[in-house]
C-alpha cells in the first residue's frame, strides 16, 4: 500500500497513451494512489488491457480528431466522473533523419500529434475544471524541446511548443480555483518507443545524460503523481527535468 502522501482518492485521472510505456507506467502510479483512471489510447487491445487490470475504462481514439477527444471526455464523465486529472502523454517521434530529408507529412503528423491533440484535451476538460474550481493538468514535453536534438527536429519543435502551451494555460486558469498546469521534460526514459529510433539518435542522446543511464518509467511516474496532486498547490506553469542531469536551463 501507498503512504498517504500525495493521495488521490476520489480523482478521476485521464490518461493518453497509457496503454503502453510511461503512460501504462502513470496511470499504474496514479490508480495505486487511489484515482479512478481513464485509459486513452489509439491501440482498442493495449489500452483494454491496462484499463481492466486497474478496474478503469478504456477509450480508443485519436487525439488529434476533435469529435474523439470531445467523446472520450463525455464517457469518462458518465462512468467515472469528471476528469479531474488529464495527463497528456500520448505522442510520436517521427522519423529520425536530417531535417531536409523529411518530408511534409511527416512534419505535420508529429506536429498534429504531439502539439494538437494536448491541445484538444485541454480545451476539452479546462471548462469543467474552472466550473468545478479543481483540477491538474501534466503535459509530457522533452529534453529535446528545449535543448533540439538533430534528427528529431519536429519532434524536438513540437516538445517546444507542449512547454510554451502549458505556460500559456497555466496563466490563463490562474485565479479560477485551484487549477494548476505544468509540464515535465524526461531525457532517454526506456520504453517501447525507442526502438523505433534510429540507434545512432539513441547514442547521442544517453551520451549527454551525466548519469549515463537511461530513466526510468517509475522515475518518471513518482514526479507525475506529485505534481497531479492537491499538495501540488501552488506550482503551476512549470516544466520539471527529469533528464539524470542533462537539463543546462
Same mark, same amino acid.
Given at each position: 500500500? #501507498?503512504?498517504?502522501?500525495?493521495?488521490?482518492?476520489?480523482?478521476? @485521472?485521464?490518461? $493518453?497513451?497509457?496503454?503502453? !510505456?510511461?503512460?501504462?507506467?502513470?496511470?499504474?502510479?496514479? *490508480?495505486?494512489?487511489?484515482?479512478?483512471?481513464?485509459?486513452?489510447?489509439?491501440?482498442?487491445? *493495449? +489500452?483494454?488491457?491496462? +484499463?481492466?487490470?486497474?478496474?478503469? =475504462?478504456?477509450?480508443?481514439?485519436?487525439?488529434?480528431?476533435?469529435?474523439?477527444?470531445?467523446?472520450?471526455?463525455?464517457?469518462?464523465?458518465?462512468?467515472? !466522473?469528471?476528469?479531474?486529472?488529464?495527463?497528456?502523454?500520448?505522442?510520436?517521434?517521427?522519423?529520425?533523419?536530417?531535417?531536409?530529408?523529411?518530408?511534409?507529412?511527416?512534419?505535420?503528423?508529429?506536429?498534429?500529434?504531439?502539439?494538437?491533440?494536448?491541445?484538444?484535451?485541454?480545451?476539452?476538460? &479546462?471548462?469543467?475544471?474552472?466550473?468545478?474550481?479543481?483540477?491538474?493538468?501534466?503535459?509530457?514535453?522533452?529534453?529535446?524541446?528545449?535543448?533540439?536534438?538533430?534528427?528529431?527536429?519536429?519532434?524536438?519543435?513540437?516538445? @517546444? &511548443?507542449?512547454?510554451?502551451?502549458?505556460?500559456?494555460?497555466?496563466?490563463?486558469?490562474? !485565479?479560477?480555483? /485551484?487549477?494548476?498546469?505544468?509540464?515535465?521534460?524526461? @531525457? =532517454?526514459?526506456? $520504453?517501447?518507443?525507442?526502438?523505433? #529510433?534510429?540507434?545512432?539518435?539513441?547514442?547521442? #542522446?544517453?551520451?549527454?545524460?551525466?548519469? !549515463?543511464?537511461?530513466?526510468?518509467?517509475?522515475?518518471?511516474?513518482?514526479?507525475? *503523481?506529485?505534481?497531479?496532486?492537491?499538495?501540488?498547490?501552488?506550482?503551476?506553469?512549470?516544466?520539471? /527535468?527529469?533528464?539524470?542531469?542533462? &537539463?543546462?536551463?
Amino acid at each position: 500500500m #501507498m503512504a498517504d502522501f500525495f493521495d488521490l482518492s476520489g480523482q478521476v @485521472a485521464l490518461v $493518453t497513451g497509457a496503454g503502453q !510505456g510511461i503512460g501504462e507506467g502513470m496511470a499504474r502510479r496514479l *490508480h495505486q494512489a487511489g484515482a479512478r483512471i481513464a485509459v486513452f489510447d489509439v491501440d482498442a487491445n *493495449h +489500452a483494454s488491457q491496462v +484499463a481492466d487490470s486497474l478496474g478503469g =475504462v478504456a477509450v480508443v481514439g485519436d487525439v488529434t480528431s476533435e469529435a474523439d477527444v470531445a467523446r472520450a471526455v463525455g464517457r469518462v464523465r458518465d462512468e467515472l !466522473g469528471p476528469v479531474s486529472i488529464l495527463v497528456n502523454n500520448a505522442g510520436i517521434t517521427g522519423p529520425t533523419d536530417v531535417s531536409w530529408n523529411l518530408a511534409l507529412e511527416d512534419v505535420r503528423r508529429v506536429l498534429d500529434v504531439n502539439v494538437l491533440g494536448p491541445f484538444l484535451f485541454c480545451k476539452a476538460v &479546462a471548462p469543467g475544471m474552472i466550473e468545478r474550481r479543481y483540477g491538474r493538468i501534466l503535459n509530457v514535453a522533452s529534453i529535446a524541446g528545449k535543448e533540439g536534438n538533430p534528427t528529431l527536429l519536429p519532434y524536438s519543435a513540437s516538445k @517546444a &511548443a507542449v512547454i510554451a502551451m502549458t505556460k500559456s494555460l497555466a496563466k490563463e486558469l490562474v !485565479g479560477r480555483g /485551484d487549477l494548476t498546469v505544468n509540464a515535465i521534460a524526461p @531525457a =532517454v526514459i526506456r $520504453t517501447p518507443i525507442l526502438a523505433g #529510433m534510429a540507434q545512432s539518435t539513441v547514442d547521442y #542522446m544517453l551520451s549527454k545524460i551525466p548519469m !549515463g543511464r537511461t530513466g526510468t518509467i517509475e522515475e518518471v511516474a513518482a514526479l507525475v *503523481h506529485f505534481l497531479v496532486s492537491s499538495e501540488a498547490s501552488y506550482t503551476t506553469g512549470q516544466c520539471y /527535468d527529469i533528464s539524470g542531469g542533462r &537539463a543546462t536551463y
